[in-house]
T-cell receptor
């Protein structure tokens, strides 16, 4: 079945790297996504990775995908206070046109 | 290019009433998906439309329905509102080919009293 799991909280110091992890159960997913949601706001697409890729880098963001372990991670380099938000991972399948979501990880930045 | 817009942004209704929410996708996007977000259940998929056809539906009762117009704008309707329908309703659009990038609107905050 489809299931996506994330830790609920992550606390890091400003300037450090944040690594947010996600595990999923269905290996037939086509894309895996990271979204950011700030308080009172909608969901912002940060990045996504096609399921046949291992890594994708975009400025301060690095996505790593380990298909064998069904593990996805998002690394944010030089974490800033503006990165405080809830980060959701999600997967999609070409067969059924929907996103399956994790519960979200709240990233807390310590000064 | 304008983003996904949703109207209204906030809505207060009473139990038993019905409500219609609207979503205008990014120009050129033909797929519109709807999601319900609540603190207890997280993000849950409602349905997805592509070129006026519903391609997939989540596990919601028949009180939740939607449609898409020829200009790709979409509406969702909830009839006989219940207190548990209070949520943030999010709409997302994408090109629809192979799914790919989905862009979300700001959401409609529905409160049922």
């Amino acid at each position: 079945g489809e299931d996506v799991e994330q830790s609920l909280f992550l606390s890091v110091r400003e300037g450090d790297s944040s690594v947010i992890n996600c595990t999923y159960t269905d290996s037939s997913s086509t894309y895996l996504y990271w979204y950011k949601q700030e308080p009172g706001a909608g969901l912002q697409l940060l990045t996504y990775i096609f399921s046949n890729m291992d890594m994708k880098q975009d400025q301060r963001l690095t996505v790593l995908l380990n298909k064998k372990d069904k593990h996805l991670s998002l690394r944010i380099a030089d974490t800033q206070t503006g990165d405080s938000a809830i980060y959701f991972c999600a997967e999609s399948f070409d067969s059924n046109y929907q996103l399956i979501w994790g519960a979200g990880t709240k990233l807390i930045i310590k000064p | 290019k304008a983003g996904v817009t949703q109207t209204p942004r906030y809505l207060i209704k009473t139990r038993g009433q019905q409500v219609t929410l609207s979503c205008s996708p990014i120009s050129g996007h033909r797929s519109v998906s709807w999601y319900q977000q609540t603190p207890g259940q997280g993000l849950q998929f409602l349905f997805e439309y592509f070129s006026e056809t519903q391609r997939n539906k989540g596990n919601f009762p028949g009180r939740f329905s939607g449609r898409q117009f020829s200009n790709s704008r979409s509406e969702m309707n909830v009839s006989t509102l219940e207190l548990g329908d209070s949520a943030l309703y999010l709409c997302a659009s994408s090109l629809g080919q192979g799914f790919g990038e989905q862009y979300f609107g700001p959401g409609t905050r529905l409160t049922v009293t």
